[in-house]
């Protein structure tokens, strides 16, 4: 059975800083995806990560994939308060099929 | 906005009621997947339905049972509902294979 986690659960950080998100998952997965949830909200899909070594890009938000390692990462740079969400990574669970295991997510609170 | 409809918003209901939430996927997307978010368990796969016919089920409970139609909408029903079924519900769907899997905006259940 897939498992799927996240670190860290709880994450507070500052305006300007940079962090990164861990993603392990626990058999192999031939992609990777990550969401964003505000609170209440649903989730907004961001990356789709397809291949061992895939790495994208959107503003200050930079995810990769090592499928090896079976490890995602969700880089922030330069963390701005709009950044404040929950985020989710999520893999299939067997190939060809989007029935996606979530990880527990990361809850980010950026500080002025 | 992702595509995916799902109705109602908000459903406040007593326990050992019955309830229907029903979902539209994106245009052109065949599978249909249902998850819930609770605070205990997190964002769990409940069923996915392909072209009409039931493809994976999760942790889905006997209480619970959910179809897909000929014109691809689905309905996930709830039945003898209990307090700790209160959740948020999504719905997801996605092009097999591969793409984002694109959430609705979810049913909030309330059993009071």
């Known amino acids: 059975e897939l498992k799927v986690e996240q670190n860290p659960l709880f994450l507070s950080m500052q305006e300007g800083k940079n962090y990164t998100i861990y993603c392990n998952y626990s058999?192999?997965?031939?992609?990777l995806y990550w969401y964003r949830q505000d609170p209440g909200k649903s989730l907004e899909s961001l990356f789709v990560?397809?291949?061992?070594?895939a790495v994208k890009q959107e503003g200050r938000l930079m995810a990769s994939l090592d499928t090896k390692a079976r490890l995602s990462t969700l880089h922030i740079t330069a963390a701005v308060h709009d950044l404040s969400a929950t985020y989710f990574c999520?893999?299939?669970?067997?190939?060809?099929?989007?029935?996606?295991?979530f990880g527990t997510g990361t809850r980010l609170t950026i500080i002025p | 906005d992702s595509g995916v409809t799902q109705t109602p918003k908000h459903l406040i209901t007593a326990t050992g009621q019955r309830v229907t939430l029903r979902c539209s996927p994106r245009?052109?997307?065949?599978?249909v997947y249902w998850y819930q978010q609770s605070l205990d368990q997190g964002l769990q796969f409940l069923i996915q339905?392909?072209?009409?016919?039931?493809?994976a089920k999760g942790n889905i409970l006997e209480r619970f049972s959910a179809q897909q139609f000929p014109d691809l909408h689905s309905e996930l029903n709830l039945s003898s509902l209990e307090l700790g079924d209160s959740a948020l519900y999504f719905c997801?769907?996605?092009?097999?294979?591969?793409?984002?899997?694109?959430f609705g905006s979810g049913t909030r259940l309330t059993v009071v």
């Open positions: 997801a769907s996605s092009v097999d294979p591969g793409g984002a899997t694109d």
């Open positions: 058999t192999t997965s031939d992609r």
């Open positions: 990560l397809l291949s061992n070594g």
């Open positions: 999520a893999a299939p669970a067997t190939f060809g099929n989007e029935k996606l295991t």
């Open positions: 245009s052109g997307d065949l599978s």
């Open positions: 339905y392909y072209n009409g016919e039931e493809r």
